[in-house]
């Protein structure tokens, strides 16, 4: 069996930052008392990528990041210092590179069409015989002979083939893709001769012990995730999936794997932070401030429509194909429109049906709720009585039905993920840290008993799942998201901040949402670099696809926006109020920062740390979150907090928590790995605390910062805890009798209570 994780750390590889650099680190993150290092994908990618997600060789490891060879090194000095290594893998989709001939199976396809022993790799509809490549950048262009090929610019083609390149913009694409990517084409790696030639390398390194876990990239891409998690399931390994949880949504239970990567808890615990008393003021702030819905819900559904109209029109076109074929006497406009209303209308990302199975209970309801509130909208509800059972896969089975309840499942999760994460999410900015990966930003908040309680069930059904406060994937960090969450405790004082900053700065033609969204990146960033903050307002614009798009963008509007950001960034007397207000709420941000950290760290579930976090993390959306990282910093901190310095300032502070609990987890697996156990608080002001116990460790943390201080502290607010004495293992402090909370939280707003020998 391969080691019990106690916690992760996450590294993001680049050419910059490869495995030699990766390697550099073994004996910090040791330190730091991490089991296990989580690499970013580290097969063969685009020469140059970023990420390592647009993968172009599954038969070798990146020579970018330093080759097999390097691996190797990496790992060993990892073993040596008794670190395990989990790898992100990609088995929904393949890079289609510039030029189109670094990827050998892509380039076979296109010069052999269906007959090329590469076909079956990806999901190409061949009914006209010829793969569509969308590289032209007008309608008018050609490729241009070159020797024994075709070029146009970057991109290279076979001098004859099975493909027929159009303009880019083109909806006629007939393979499938990662969401709206056309240049990440689709992998059938339900196919078993597929899934065994892409995942050769990483079942090897598993094998061999180099690799002790997997974390499984986007599985609802893929046509059936839970057949794919058996195909994958090995005697060792700790597998986690990239899935996104929605409302009450639990992982299918029936799935072979340790849980998720974490976004879940993320919006468990940011709740817990946020005042549900600011709803009510916040709201009616932002309907002032922008004009903009009280509520979120028609933003959505206006957004998912968009994304089905102008974002996702091949994918919608394919399936509407294959539903006229089933149903060949119904309107194909009449089919399209009951099932863009169908997907508008899902719930999660999407059900999880198998063709030649009963629907499982989750499922069913998930596709009856998309039911109910498509046939409120629609005017034909006989036909949609029709497509129901075809999209639940019942009434007889032949290839164009299974596929049909495939492709609607591989519809519905970018619908989701373009329609309200990438666009819904930049367009209602009511409260942004709300608006996060897997988050609902129509739940305010989250009460310790809701906390309590989904704890609970994680720690019975998903003991080792992942927890995480930030990814490469978040929208913002999560010292950010702490900052902002502030605001909920002082409506009236931001909406008076936001309103000075209005009028004192220039006129602009910025729309209202995207000015309300600006300052609060600025003060969430604070002190926010120019350069950062256009290129954050960048892509937040054109997430947004209002006035400006990445297909469509308008590069006048564009440009008054980031114009309007400097100039706002340039105004001293501004910029001084900003700061002042950045300070008037740093003291509440540290507790929430410190306390969610903690949270985290201590709940059920592995932790994960992502790269750099253990201090303040401060950045935005990627590739803000991919800068470099100050590791030679972070070794002299941890070096001298392990000499007995007291903490200075918050990244002390954070990575004081940081350590010691990551390194009583190590010492302590059976704590940390058996069940959650709420601890009363009593007293004026328990609902400031949130306290629970992980086997022989009690974890307290302050919340609602800013309204304990206005309330007088913490008076005669108490731990309902028997036993001790206690020792707190942050600050090295003992309490032989009496848990009083203006004692235990003192020196910080949080404590790990062991009891004393």
């Known amino acids: 069996m391969s080691r019990r994780p106690t916690a992760t750390y996450r590294l993001q590889l ?31 990618a685009v020469p140059g990528s970023a990420h390592g ?108 083939g099975c493909y027929r390149a159009t303009h880019w913009r083109e909806p006629d694409l007939n393979y499938r893709r990662f969401f709206d990517i056309s240049t990440l084409i689709g992998l059938r790696v339900e196919d078993s001769e597929v899934f065994d030639a892409t995942h050769a390398v990483i079942l090897r390194l598993l094998d061999e012990g180099l690799i002790d876990g997997l974390r499984i990239d986007h599985p609802d891409g893929l046509a059936d995730p839970r057949g794919y998690l058996r195909r994958l399931d090995r005697p060792r390994g700790w597998v986690v999936v990239e899935k996104i949880l929605i409302g009450e ?16 808890a993320l919006g468990m615990i940011g709740g817990l932070f946020v005042d549900p008393a600011g709803d009510k003021p916040l709201t009616e702030a932002y309907t002032a401030l922008t004009g903009g819905p009280a509520d979120f819900t028609e933003v959505e559904r206006t957004a998912r429509r968009f994304a089905a109209d102008r974002i996702l029109v091949p994918e919608v076109r394919r399936l509407t194909a294959l539903l006229t074929r089933i149903l060949p006497d119904a309107d194909p406009d009449a089919l399209r429109e009951v099932l863009v209303e169908l997907l508008v209308a899902m719930p999660v990302y999407r059900a999880y049906i198998v063709p030649g199975e009963e629907p499982p209970a989750q499922a069913l309801e998930i596709v009856a709720q998309a039911a109910a509130e498509a046939r409120a909208v629609l005017p034909d509800g006989d036909l949609l009585d029709k497509v129901i059972p075809l999209v639940l896969g019942l009434g007889g089975r032949d290839a164009v039905r299974d596929e049909f309840v495939v492709r609607f499942q591989q519809t519905s999760a970018p619908m989701t993920a373009k329609g309200v994460e990438d666009t819904a999410f930049y367009r209602w900015s009511r409260l942004a840290p709300l608006n996060e990966v897997g988050g609902d930003p129509t739940r305010f908040a989250v009460s310790p008993e809701e906390f309590h309680a989904y704890c609970a069930r994680i720690a019975a059904d998903r003991p080792r799942t992942l927890t995480t406060l930030s990814t490469h994937d978040t929208k913002r960090q999560e010292d950010v998201r702490a900052r902002l969450a502030v605001l909920s ?67 006048a ?28 709420i740093a003291p509440y941000a540290r507790v929430n920062s410190i306390s969610q950290k903690l949270v985290q760290l201590a709940m059920p579930g592995v932790p994960d740390v992502y790269q750099g ?122 309490y032989p009798s009496g848990l009083e909370l203006s004692g235990v939280l003192l020196l910080l707003p949080v404590a790990v209570l062991i009891e004393a020998p």
């Not at 309007?564 to 105004?571: E, I, K, R, S």
């Not at 800013?706 to 004495?725: I, K, Q, V």
């Open 489 to 555: 405790e002082l409506p009236d004082e931001w909406v008076a901040a936001v309103g000075r900053w209005r009028s004192r700065a220039p006129e602009s033609t910025l729309e209202p949402d995207l000015d309300y969204l600006m300052w609060q990146t600025i003060v969430g960033a604070w002190p926010l670099p120019a350069d950062r903050l256009r290129e954050y307002l960048t892509k937040a614009m054109r997430e947004a696809r209002s006035r400006t798009s990445w297909t469509d963008p308008d590069p």
């Open 249 to 264: 949504e639990t992982l299918p239970a029936d799935w072979p794997c340790a849980g998720t990567t974490g976004y879940d």
């Open 557 to 584: 509007y564009e440009e008054a926006v980031l114009a309007h950001a400097d100039a706002v960034l340039a105004d001293p007397v501004l910029t001084a109020d900003v700061a002042r207000f950045a300070d008037r």
């Open 613 to 734: 976090c253990e201090l303040t993390g401060l950045s935005l959306v990627d590739p803000d979150n991919r800068r470099s990282v100050d590791y030679a910093r972070r070794r002299e901190l941890l070096a001298d907090l392990d000499a007995g310095t007291t903490p200075a300032d918050l990244d002390g502070e954070k990575l004081l928590i940081t350590s010691r609990l990551l390194r009583l987890r190590e010492r302590h697996p059976d704590w940390f790995e058996g069940g959650h156990e709420p601890v009363t608080v009593t007293g004026p002001a328990a609902a400031h605390a949130v306290a629970f116990r992980r086997g022989g460790a009690v974890v307290v943390a302050t919340r609602l910062p800013a309204g304990l201080e206005r309330r007088g502290g913490w008076g005669a607010t108490r731990l309902d805890l028997p036993g001790g004495p206690w020792h707190d293992v942050l600050t090295d402090q003992s």
């Open 14 to 44: 680049r050419r910059e930052f490869g495995f030699a650099e990766a390697g550099e680190l073994a004996g910090y993150l040791a330190a730091l008392g991490v089991s296990h290092v989580y690499l970013s994908p580290i097969l063969q």
């Open 53 to 160: 997600y647009d993968v172009i060789d599954h038969a070798r490891i990146s020579d970018d990041l330093g080759g097999e060879e390097g691996f190797r090194a990496m790992a060993a000095r990892m073993r040596a210092h008794g670190l395990s290594i989990i790898v992100d893998i990609v088995p929904n989709h393949m890079a289609i590179p510039a030029p189109e001939s670094l990827n050998r199976a892509f380039f076979d396809v296109l010069r052999q069409g269906p007959d090329s022993p590469y076909a079956r790799w990806f999901d190409v509809d061949w009914s006209e015989g010829v793969i569509v490549v969308p590289v032209l950048g007008s309608p008018d262009d050609e490729l241009r002979p070159d020797g024994d090929v075709l070029r146009y610019h970057d991109h290279v083609f076979p001098r004859e």
